[in-house]
T-cell receptor, first 116, second 111 residues
């Protein structure tokens, strides 16, 4: 597509429920990234995909968080048994990697998750 | 990956004035990127400057890079209310596909 698409745009869920957040990257972008941004804070790296594999998942905050990517395209971030501290905007970005260098991300508009 | 540190944390100026934001980083880079974020949503890529460049322009944006001081600056000329946003720098090194973002500079342009 023309840009990075994230869905849903907003999600309100009850504490303890599972949620799935979706990201559709730009076609042809091999790298895909998930970040989290709590209110008034900076961006917190969660996980990075190169193709369908995740060489760096060091940022996932707990085993309640998982992510997958299929077909070198769509990625899903799943949060199980949500807690109130999971409330944040979840941002997805994709990029085209040329050789060993990254020349810039394209971000989606994010999913604002509120856990009540 | 390494994180850039933006300075100042907040900046408030009148419309029409110039705004300057600074970024410092710690290790060698291949390029450095600047992003803007409006209203806590997705960041927008503004400009990329490569390590062998000293200055780059894009419209009202001017970016400088001093690799000896490991610093960069972003200048927005003739600011507008619509420039109100948070601005982030992201240094990128070889093999460092993941970008790390600092807390940014929060710019407020008062009409």
């Amino acid at each position: 597509g023309a840009g990075v698409s994230q869905s849903p745009s907003n999600k309100v869920t009850e504490k303890g429920k599972d949620v799935e957040l979706r990201c559709d990257p730009i076609s042809g972008h091999t790298a895909l990234y998930w970040y989290r941004q709590r209110l008034g804070q900076g961006l917190e790296f969660l996980i990075y995909f190169q193709g369908n594999s995740a060489p760096d998942k060091s940022g996932l905050p707990s085993d309640r968080f998982s992510a997958e990517r299929t077909g070198e395209s769509v990625s899903t971030l799943t949060i199980q048994r949500t807690q109130q501290e999971d409330s944040a905007v979840y941002l997805c970005a994709s990029s085209f990697i040329e050789g060993p260098f990254n020349y810039g991300y394209t971000f989606g508009s994010g999913t604002r998750l509120t856990v009540v | 990956s390494q994180q850039g540190e933006e300075d100042p944390q907040a900046l408030s100026i009148q419309e029409g004035e110039n705004a300057t934001m600074n970024c410092s980083y710690k290790t060698s880079i291949n390029n450095l990127q600047w992003y803007r974020q409006n209203s806590g949503r997705g960041l927008v890529h503004l400009i990329l400057i490569r390590s062998n460049e000293r200055e780059k322009h894009s419209g009202r944006l001017r970016v400088t890079l001093d690799t000896s001081k490991k610093s960069s600056s972003l200048l927005i000329t003739a600011s507008r209310a619509a420039d109100t946003a948070s601005y982030f720098c992201a240094p990128s090194g070889a093999g460092s596909y993941q970008l790390t973002f600092g807390k940014g500079t929060k710019l407020s342009v008062i009409p």
